[in-house]
């Protein structure tokens, strides 16, 4: 039976927290910098990309909900 010390797990779960946050910052952001990006004229995306763009943030709160009943 491994022991594992409360400092590692404690340090587990926080590298979990930081990888949410990181990835929520990222996908919340998401549907901005893709509308901003078709206003400005640098590529044109079908319906399907946005759309996609916006249930990244859906995805997110799913995630962060699953990660903190762990």
Avoid: C
Wanted: net charge positive.
């Amino acid at each position: 039976q491994l022991h594992v010390s409360a400092a590692v797990k404690r340090e587990t779960k926080m590298s979990l927290y930081l990888a949410t946050t990181g990835s929520s910052i990222l996908f919340v952001a998401a549907p901005a910098v893709l509308m901003l990006a078709i206003r400005w004229h640098v590529f044109d995306v079908g319906e399907v990309a946005s759309s996609a763009a916006y249930l990244l943030p859906g995805v997110t709160a799913i995630g962060t909900t699953i990660t903190n009943l762990i």
